[in-house]
């Protein structure tokens, strides 16, 4: 299973970037996927999942929308209004079934970061 985020970028403050989060491989269900974000000198914090119900860290609630296209396996973060608090590298997660048994629980897989810098 490989998780392969993209769609990062410079921006500045106020503008907008849409990740994207395709997963491949052996998957028999999708449980939710996530996004992360990791900023120099701070830990990895949850930005955003979607899964039987979607959730958002209080700092983008507004401004950010998770979304997913189940058929292509395939997870969105949608970023208006970005301020300079919201650079990082951003990570995609993935809940799901590859079949392994026994089954790995929680967010197991995850996708090379992609970086996201935004100019005051």
């Known amino acids: 299973v490989q998780l392969q985020a993209s769609g990062g970028g410079s921006v500045q403050a106020g503008g907008s970037l849409r990740l994207s989060c395709v997963a491949s491989?052996?998957?028999?269900?999708?449980?939710?996927m996530a996004w992360y974000r990791e900023a120099p000198g701070k830990v990895r914090e949850l930005v955003a999942s979607?899964?039987?119900?979607?959730n958002y860290a209080d700092s983008v609630k507004g401004r950010f929308t998770i979304s997913r296209d189940n058929a292509r396996k395939t997870a969105f973060l949608q970023m208006n209004s970005l301020n300079p608090e919201d650079a990082g590298v951003y990570f995609c997660?993935?809940?799901?079934?590859?079949?392994?048994?026994?089954?790995?629980?929680?967010?197991?897989?995850w996708g090379r970061g992609t970086l996201v810098t935004v100019s005051s």
């Open positions: 997660a993935a809940d799901l079934d590859d079949g392994s048994l026994p089954r790995r629980p929680g967010y197991a897989y």
């Open positions: 491989g052996n998957i028999l269900r999708i449980n939710s």
């Open positions: 979607k899964g039987s119900s979607t």
